[in-house]
């Protein structure tokens, strides 16, 4: 069988710094191969190779084939605008890792679809249109017709991810480069957009090259791995082999990381004598309701539905659920970003639902949030050091901007970054090194209570791990209680003393860690455990 794609010797510089060095590989009509490896390693450079999307600033050698050894074949590195255009988005579309940037915030997300479908297609926009709901049904977005007429701020990042995986698949590619393609999404909808990806690559003969860091989602969907560092693919074989079998020294470090698993500080025992004390955060009968702006008869959305619980003293309690199930309002409701309808919310005992906007002001001196978007979350014009010390100029913390510079290097210090760093822009940091600084703003203030927002999603495997070694060390050290909302169950289970289970705006159930992964009572709890992905491999 002829390669779909045929890569060989491709070398990326930039500024003579090589990112990807040498490497060849092909990719067959059908076949799934993913490419896996840490931030850094070369997977994103070596897809935007594919498609030229590398800036002009990168230096090019060897040879990218679509459609090689046949009257079809286009040698990408060496196309015209025709010629890239009449390929990328059309026979060969990307998912990309940030849907948050990746859509256009002033359109409608039907239009931006429906846009990259007229682009290369001859359709009118009623039978457009049609095409773009129907496959923003296939995705599972809930009420595909209104999901159509609303922007981008108007969706979960999960639905935001499902709009882009829509765009990506609506011209059906002969190849999609999916980079990390369900990182921001529930075990639950992964499971149903790696069983989409199955069904169009069956239906289509459609091949994936698939960028990852979990190696689950690897291991029920690739038929081969390539496994990639610093710019190299150090190994390659069918799945089976490389995930169970490796051979070299780092694949077999990044299975490890999988299998990491921190101390847990509480046992059940434990949690029982901590929840007879006062806890720091109560949440009483809590809801949030909305009108949709969407429908004729003003249908009233309930985004939290009576909610209950408490958080004690250096705890992390963790919460889970599928998209667009409330999670993300809930923590913000906690911090008072977000008014709820009725309810009551109490930290050590005091009531802040009602209190002024600068008693809250003053209050959030306690209370703060680490968010899922780490280059989102911060000011890309102020330097690292500025944008933590803004925090304690806020709050009118330290006598001077002296010393709250030695407090800013002293936090960049606990999350094991250097205080050169001080001076340096969001730009120049990984995304692991960002949350780091964002988790340092957060402690900035010696808060008693935060709310980690899909905080590590994104994040590689290996710094997944660092990252929850980091949180819990910090809590230790800090002595803050935390509620950790993820969709990655594997996560919740590492760092999370309880975990609460989130469906449609209520708790469905909850309990410890251990309570929930090994006697799950609720059929949805169940569901989310069995959609974990790659368990398979563990084996």
Do not use: W
Request: net charge neutral; glycine share 6%; charged share 20%.
């Amino acid at each position: 069988m002829l390669p779909l794609l045929q890569i060989e010797d491709l070398t990326v510089s930039f500024n003579q710094k090589v990112a990807v060095n040498h490497i060849s590989f092909s990719i067959l009509p059908g076949e799934v191969v993913a490419l896996v490896g840490e931030s850094g390693s070369g997977k994103s450079i070596t897809a935007l190779s594919i498609l030229q999307l590398l800036p002009k600033t990168a230096q090019r050698k060897g040879s990218i084939r679509f459609n090689p050894n046949t009257n079809q074949e286009v040698e990408l590195l060496l196309a015209n605008k025709k010629e890239t255009k009449s390929v990328r988005g059309n026979k060969i579309s990307m998912i990309f890792q940030e849907p948050m940037t990746s859509l256009n915030p002033i359109m409608k997300c039907g239009i931006q679809v429906l846009e990259a479908l007229k682009q290369h297609q001859s359709i009118n926009d009623k039978e457009a249109r049609l095409k773009v709901i129907e496959l923003f049904t296939l995705v599972e977005l809930p009420q595909p017709d209104e999901i159509f007429e609303r922007y981008p701020h108007q969706l979960s990042g999960g639905q935001k991810q499902r709009v882009m995986i829509a765009m990506a698949m609506i011209c059906h590619p002969a190849l999609l480069i999916a980079d990390e393609p369900t990182t921001a999404l529930d075990v639950r909808v992964q499971q149903s957009i790696l069983k989409l990806i199955k069904q169009l690559r069956e239906l289509f003969n459609m091949s994936v090259l698939l960028i990852t860091h979990d190696l689950g989602i690897v291991a029920d969907i690739a038929d081969r791995v390539m496994v990639m560092q610093n710019g190299n693919i150090v190994e390659s074989g069918t799945t089976s082999e490389v995930l169970k079998s490796p051979s070299h020294s780092y694949t077999k470090e990044l299975r490890a990381y999988s299998l990491t698993r921190i101390k847990k500080e509480k046992n059940t025992q434990e949690i029982s004598i901590l929840i007879s004390e006062m806890p720091i955060l109560e949440v009483k009968d809590i809801c949030v309701n909305y009108t949709s702006v969407i429908k004729k008869n003003k249908e009233v959305i309930n985004a939290v539905d009576h909610v209950n619980f408490n958080i004690y003293e250096n705890e992390i309690v963790g919460l889970v659920g599928e998209s667009g199930c409330g999670k993300t309002t809930l923590g913000r409701t906690i911090l008072q970003l977000i008014k709820p309808s009725s309810g009551q919310i109490k930290l050590k005992g005091k009531d802040i639902t009602g209190i002024t906007s600068s008693a809250i002001k003053k209050l959030r001196q306690d209370f703060q949030i680490v968010f899922q978007d780490p280059y989102g979350s911060l000011n890309p014009r102020l330097s690292i050091g500025n944008a933590i010390m803004e925090v304690l100029k806020a709050q009118q913390l330290h006598d001077n901007d002296n010393k709250r510079r030695e407090k800013v290097i002293e936090l960049l210090e606990k999350v094991q970054l250097p205080a050169d760093f001080f001076s340096r822009y969001p730009h120049q940091f990984s995304g692991g090194q960002r949350q780091r600084i964002c988790i340092a703003r957060a402690l900035a203030t010696a808060p008693s209570f935060i709310v980690f927002d899909e905080a590590l999603s994104a994040l590689d495997l290996n710094i997944q791990s660092s990252m929850l070694s980091l949180i819990n060390n910090l809590k230790l050290e800090f002595g803050f209680s935390a509620l950790f909302i993820s969709h990655d169950l594997r996560l919740v289970k590492q760092i999370c003393d309880r975990i609460m289970v989130m469906q449609k705006g209520a708790i469905i159930e909850s309990g410890s860690t251990e309570e929930i992964f090994t006697q799950p009572s609720h059929n949805y709890t169940k569901q989310l455990l069995e959609a974990i992905p790659g368990n398979s491999i563990f084996v």
